[in-house]
């Protein structure tokens, strides 16, 4: 079966009372379009037309920007960076999705003139297409490939011409009420605006899914003008396939929670909730211990390996890969980051854009920012502060810490207050500090410098320059003591 897909995007989105396009608000890290975009790729289709609309920029970009490659200063081979597949249409326009190499084409419906004619806005980018297109709603993030599969099946095992993707609904309102004849074919589809109050008790609904064989695309131009609305229904396509004696199917194999269609906030809201659920059962059933899981928030880029355990009020964001067997404790939030196997996060922390290699511990209330690399076994401890550093393997920094644009060997001691001296208020530079060097507490490392290896800077110091491999740098004045000043002070103070 050839599959092209289409995703209805260019709806205004009024009822969201937003100026964000409504397809680009985002459940879990990622938007309603790009949940709707990667279940649809599952399907390994030819091609996927994107119609947009007024926001046609906003959201072509928005899928160019879906999942940056993680920003990591030496990267690493097992970073995932995501295979990307591009293509150029007759409009000119590059679109680029994630996993295989589905072409994503953007087609504009420049005035949101209804779903028919959003439909009919993507045919020229079909041209030469000869399968079944899948019509979804870019606003129906909670779609399964399971379900969709299973339409498809029967659209294909009924020789189906046009077939729609239905489900029972508790609160009907908001969707189109299909309409069946006696022998159970349907006839019409109803929106709650157009239909009788017989026609309202009705719970069968469209979920705005439809299976269309390129061959009957044409029927789409005989769709006439809703004139309530004054928009083009893409639901009346079925009318118009009955008067050109065409039968079409409806398959009700969704489920509301499924199919919710996002049109308000609290829709979005619902939404959320639900794929919160399903995302945290996921992890469960592949073994991921939660100890509130009420409390935890996981993108749907997200992957955990087994045995890892997650506390209470954690937020695993973007693209974020966790190792087997790691622990993360309350409060913490990571980024676009990858952790591995056997880290430990402990609480309050934060990590974007970095890598925490195996074993290492980091945190409580510890700060990794974007570029960093935390070497296997390394210890960051409480109030320490990376940025765009690699920390070698088994190097501690347990203390009061800030390590910028460090480059920082195998089992170096920073000790408590350190700082790297990175920015002279107009440029950036680098701190090098070899294998097994010892800081001492509270020094200052002006950068540009080198610290060589083995080498011991004492406590307290300020370096400025370079120091060479195993040798002890000092920089602080000798300490000097005067006997009795304390009690000369106080007989002063009392005359
Ligand atoms: C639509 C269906 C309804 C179905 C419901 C399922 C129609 C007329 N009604 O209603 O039967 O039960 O979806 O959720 O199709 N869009 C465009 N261009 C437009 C208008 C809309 O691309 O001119 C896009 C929107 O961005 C959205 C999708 O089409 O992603 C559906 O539009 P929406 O206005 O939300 O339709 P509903 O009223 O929900
Ligand atoms: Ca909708």
Redesign the pocket.
């Known amino acids: 079966m050839k599959i092209a897909g289409v995703?209805?995007?260019?709806?205004?989105?009024k009822?969201m009372n937003s100026s964000l396009?409504?397809?680009l608000h985002k459940l879990h890290g990622t938007t309603?379009?790009q949940h709707v975009l990667n279940t649809l790729n599952e399907l390994k289709p030819q091609k996927i037309v994107v119609?947009?609309?007024k926001y046609y920029k906003e959201i072509e970009e928005s899928i160019i920007q879906t999942n940056p490659p993680i920003p990591c200063p030496t990267d690493d081979r097992r970073a995932p960076l995501l295979k990307v597949g591009t293509t150029r249409n007759r409009g000119g326009k590059v679109g680029l999705l994630r996993t295989q190499n589905s072409k994503l084409i953007f087609a504009q419906?420049k005035?949101?003139?209804?779903?028919?004619?959003?439909?009919l806005?993507a045919l020229p980018s079909l041209s030469g297409f000869k399968g079944t297109v899948v019509v979804i709603?870019?606003?129906?993030p909670l779609i399964t490939r399971e379900t969709l599969k299973k339409f498809l099946k029967l659209h294909e095992n009924k020789n189906d011409v046009i077939s729609v993707l239905s489900f029972m609904s508790r609160e009907p309102d908001?969707?189109?009420?299909i309409i069946r004849d006696n022998a159970g074919y349907i006839t019409s589809?109803i929106?709650e605006m157009d239909a009788t109050y017989l026609q309202k008790n009705i719970r069968e609904?469209?979920?705005?899914v439809y299976a269309i064989e390129s061959d009957a695309l044409y029927l789409l131009k005989d769709i006439k003008l809703?004139k309530i609305?004054g928009?083009?229904?893409?639901?009346?396509i079925i009318c118009v396939a009955r008067d050109n004696g065409i039968k079409a199917g409806a398959y009700c194999i969704g489920s509301e929670d499924e199919?919710?269609?996002?049109?308000t906030r609290e829709d979005i809201e619902k939404a959320r909730q639900l794929m919160r659920h399903r995302i945290i059962k996921r992890w469960m059933n592949r073994g991921i211990s939660f100890i509130d899981a009420a409390s935890v928030f996981i993108s749907s880029d997200v992957r955990m390996g087994r045995g890892t355990t997650v506390y209470p009020n954690v937020h695993l964001e973007g693209n974020t890969k966790i190792g087997k067997g790691c622990t993360i404790y309350p409060n913490v939030r990571i980024q676009n980051s990858i952790i591995r196997d056997g880290a430990v996060i402990r609480d309050s922390t934060l990590i974007e854009g970095s890598v925490v290699k195996d074993r290492a511990v980091v945190g409580p209330f510890a700060h990794i920012r974007p570029g960093s690399k935390i070497g296997t076994d390394a210890k960051i401890g409480n109030f320490v502060e990376v940025k765009k550093s690699v920390i070698g393997s088994g190097t501690k920094a347990s203390h009061l810490t800030y390590l910028g644009d460090a480059k920082i060997g195998k089992d170096v001691n920073i000790g408590a207050g350190t700082i790297t001296c990175n920015y002279n208020g107009y440029k950036k530079h680098i701190t090098a500090i070899g294998d097994n060097v010892f800081i001492g507490s509270d020094s200052q490392l002006i950068a540009p410098v080198k610290i060589g290896k083995g080498s011991y800077i004492g406590a307290g110091s300020t370096i400025t320059k370079d120091v060479p491999s195993k040798a002890l740098a000092l920089s602080r004045i000798e300490q000097k003591n005067i006997k009795k000043w304390a009690l000369r002070r106080k007989s002063k103070v009392k005359s």
């Open positions: 995703v209805l995007a260019a709806g205004v989105g009822r396009p409504k397809v309603m379009l119609v947009a609309g419906q005035e949101a003139k209804g779903t028919g004619d959003a439909l806005k709603n870019g606003d129906t908001s969707y189109g009420r589809i929106e609904v469209n979920s705005g809703n609305k928009e083009y229904y893409l639901t009346d199919f919710i269609g996002v049109n």
